[in-house]
């Protein structure tokens, strides 16, 4: 049951304030585009002066890439305690076809209740979470103990060079516990699929459409390849079946170029080169030595087969699965205020992504729940959205876990 003193807290919730400061955050275009050099820079920069106007204090900027900058702020409260730590990130993904969506995806446009545009849910929305999360805490004036570490970090969607400078900088040191503002729908996710990225590429020799046997063709290879992935997908999915938080395991090809930029395609010529990206998925019992030892036997036996078969295998990422109990004092705090706020019990779930806070629980060992607002299944898509009033409830959770876990 909530306190009359808990109460008072959400006075210095303001819904518009927080609905407007999404809004304000997907309006800014903050996909990463190589070509016209756009990145986090003017996301970060309206953050930076948010936190200067809104909190009066001075967040510290450190850049992991040219235009491609952290925020950090930290907040001690001059009493020995526990440090909790609040991550999301500035990049989002690319809209795609813009004529595919119903709404501007940066107008941040509202209808039935519900925030449209590219980043709405992922994370837009739990970056503007984080932040009035902090403005309550100080502007309410409540007394705490430890800190509050706040990181909005660059670089999510790719590599997560971001939260990899962080920790690099120190700055994840003696942080006990992390909320990550991930889109789930509030509920509790307590563990994260790991994930395997590959790139292939399948060296043949370029010949004129007409008479192939001039030269070697690399998308036939590559068909062998993507069936071979296929079937030792099939028997991931036998041997570890579909964990309880996490679904099943996957092998999923991406991305298929053929010939590879910047050479163009043409009808009439077989290509010298073809290059796929993979996206692996793991859950718990898995071990990622074991998948590169088994995929390289699958192209080690393919080579066997054919004398012209040749591949090149890089891998671009590993991240390893992560979990923790629901015992941990995080989880046992937020479990307890989810149901004190809703009158329901809280739903327990693995985000079925990687998200910065696997290097946090990684490298660091921070326990790092993800329970931020937005549909778990709508990041990455058309019309994607967030919804208002999860938006608040979120924002409410938040308070209230960040003043029972710091008191």
């Known amino acids: 049951m909530l306190s009359d003193f808990e109460k008072n807290l959400f006075n210095y919730i303001d819904e518009n304030e927080l609905v407007e400061l999404t809004r304000n955050l997907i309006k800014i275009d903050s996909v990463i585009r190589p070509e016209t050099g756009n990145t986090e820079a003017k996301v970060v920069e309206f953050i930076a002066n948010w936190i200067r106007t809104e909190l009066e204090l001075e967040p510290e900027i450190n850049e992991v890439l040219p235009g491609r900058e952290n925020i950090i702020l930290k907040i001690d409260s001059g009493r020995p305690g526990k440090t909790l730590m609040f991550e999301g990130h500035t990049d989002v993904v690319s809209e795609g076809v813009i004529s595919l969506w119903k709404h501007d995806p940066f107008g941040a446009v509202i209808e039935d209740g519900k925030i449209y545009g590219r980043g709405s849910c992922d994370m837009k929305a739990g970056v503007a979470v984080n932040l009035l999360t902090v403005k309550a805490m100080l502007k309410s004036k409540v007394e705490f103990s430890g800190r509050i570490i706040l990181g909005i970090l660059c670089d999510e969607e790719d590599l997560m060079l971001g939260v990899q400078d962080f920790i690099k ?116 019992g898995q071990d990622h030595k074991e998948i590169k030892e088994a995929l390289g036997n699958i192209l080690k036996e393919l080579g066997n087969q054919d004398p012209d078969f040749n ?93 029972r876990f710091l008191n």
Not at 173 to 195: F, Y
Not at 204 to 227: D, E, F, S, V, Y
Not at 367 to 372: E, I, K, M, R, S
Request: one cysteine or more.
């Open 169 to 284: 900088q120190g700055h994840a040191d003696n942080v006990d516990a992390c909320l990550v503002s991930e889109p789930e729908e509030n509920q509790l996710c307590i563990s994260m699929k790991g994930a395997l990225r590959i790139k292939l590429t399948v060296h043949g020799k370029m010949a004129h459409g007409a008479m192939p046997l001039a030269g070697i063709n690399p998308n036939t290879r590559l068909a062998w390849i993507i069936l071979a992935f296929q079937e030792y997908e099939e028997s991931l999915k036998e041997e570890f079946g579909e964990d309880e938080y996490l679904g099943w395991p996957s092998v999923t090809f991406t991305v298929i170029q053929s010939p590879p930029p910047p050479e163009p395609p043409q009808l009439n010529v077989m290509p010298g080169e073809s290059v796929a990206y993979v996206d692996i998925r793991t859950i718990p």
């Open 311 to 403: 591949v090149t295998m890089d891998y671009l990422a590993d991240k390893p699965v992560v979990s923790m109990s629901k015992d941990e004092p995080i989880v046992l705090t937020a479990a307890a205020v989810y149901k004190d706020l809703t009158g329901k019990e809280p739903v327990y779930n693995g985000v079925p992504g990687a998200t910065d806070g696997t290097y946090l629980r990684d490298l660091k060992g921070i326990p790092c729940l993800v329970n931020g607002p937005g549909p778990r299944h709508i990041p990455h898509q058309t019309d994607e959205y967030v919804e208002i009033d999860e938006l608040v409830e979120s924002l409410k959770l938040y308070v209230l876990t960040t003043y």
